[in-house]
């Protein structure tokens, strides 16, 4: 294995309580194409992973003192495709919910998004050469169209939703269905707009994406979905809930706001069996006040602030800014284990020198 780089620490880095608890998580690196082993430390990697995450700089702009930028965007984006990133943050998340003394699913979550801002990096997803624009049209409109010939349910799936979405095959047809005609009332954006293009929330007058969250009662995410502004709460919802209702055996309830109340709750109960209670403010409330439970998701939202690279959207995909959102929660997290000690998620990160 590589030794460790003699640079200086940064207070990103982990220490090593943090990297005895996510080191056996992550798979081994692969230099080059042909499987020669990285000459790269996978420390030193990580480390500058969560340094580009905490200062917000870009690839280019890391310090010297860390593997070339090209090395650790590589890594990053391979651990984005083949998944390591998730697992990383779903193992992670389980043991900081045992370790709290909860179970390691819950029962409760409540659901939220937050409108941010856009660059000119915010541009829509290229579509794959492969994919016949018109063929999946006529199959969405006209399915009995020859044209719609040889459109199959993933095709489609992959055009409305984008790649890697992480909806169950049976459930992609009242999904898609939802991401393209609305829930209710609820506009969605007409395909083929892609799910990676800015839009303009009306509401809050930002043009940019909407972060959709799903944390539990510790304000840990259990699923996460990164659309255009444009896009209504209601439909963001259906996204960001088809993505884990299935594979959560105990959640019975999911609390919302007023912008999520009409038939989002009946499509969620047929999907899953899972009930949507609308977290009404009192009616003698004036002013800001907090509302119970439903605050946490705000404060989640807060902490991933905390992350400049998280201050705005600078990602092409939106499913780079996902990984983005489970890499941020994943530093949270491994402090969090590996210090139960502190009170709280603030200050800095004392880092242990080596052995």
């Known amino acids: 294995m590589p030794e460790l780089l003699e640079r200086k620490r940064y207070a990103s880095d982990l220490d090593d309580a943090e990297w005895k608890l996510i080191e056996p998580l992550l798979p081994p690196l692969i230099d080059k194409g042909w499987g020669a082993p990285c000459r790269w430390n996978r420390r030193d990697i990580v480390d500058a992973i969560f340094y580009l995450l905490k200062a917000g700089c870009s690839w280019r702009d890391l310090p010297g003192d860390f593997p070339d930028w090209n090395s650790v965007w590589k890594c990053f984006r391979r651990w984005r495709q083949d998944g390591t990133w998730k697992q990383v943050h779903d193992t992670l998340r389980a043991q900081t919910r045992t370790a709290a003394g909860r179970d390691a699913e819950p029962s409760l979550a409540i659901v939220d998004s937050q409108s941010v801002k856009g660059t000119e990096y915010t541009t829509p997803q290229r579509t794959p050469a492969e994919v016949n624009t018109a063929a999946i049209v006529a199959a969405l409109t006209t399915p009995n169209d020859p044209a719609a010939a ?45 799910r990676d293009q800015a839009g303009y929330d009306g509401g809050k007058k930002v043009k940019g994406r909407k972060r959709h969250l799903l944390v539990d009662t510790l304000g840990l995410v259990q699923s996460v979905v990164v659309h255009g502004a444009d896009v209504h709460d209601s439909v963001g919802a259906v996204l960001v809930l088809a993505r884990c209702v299935q594979s959560m055996e105990r959640l019975e309830k999911v609390l919302a706001d007023m912008a999520y109340q009409g038939p989002l709750g009946a499509w969620v109960f047929e999907l899953s069996g899972v009930r949507v209670e609308i977290v009404k403010r009192a009616e003698e409330a004036k002013g800001f006040v907090v509302q119970k439970w439903r605050w946490i998701v705000e404060r989640t939202h807060a902490w991933l602030g905390r992350f400049r690279r998280l201050s705005r959207c600078y990602e092409r995909l939106a499913e780079t800014d996902e990984t983005m959102i489970h890499v941020a929660m994943t530093r949270l997290m491994l402090r969090r284990i590996a210090h139960p000690e502190r009170e709280t998620w603030r200050g800095t990160i004392a880092f242990q020198p080596q052995a």
Do not use: C, W, Y
């Not at 999904?175 to 506009?187: F, K, Q, W």
């Open 150 to 194: 040889g459109v199959t349910v993933e095709q489609i799936a992959d055009a409305v939703l984008g790649p890697n979405h992480g909806v169950p095959m049976e459930h992609v047809p009242s999904v898609v269905a939802a991401a393209i005609v609305g829930v209710g009332e609820a506009p969605a954006r007409p395909f083929p707009k892609a």
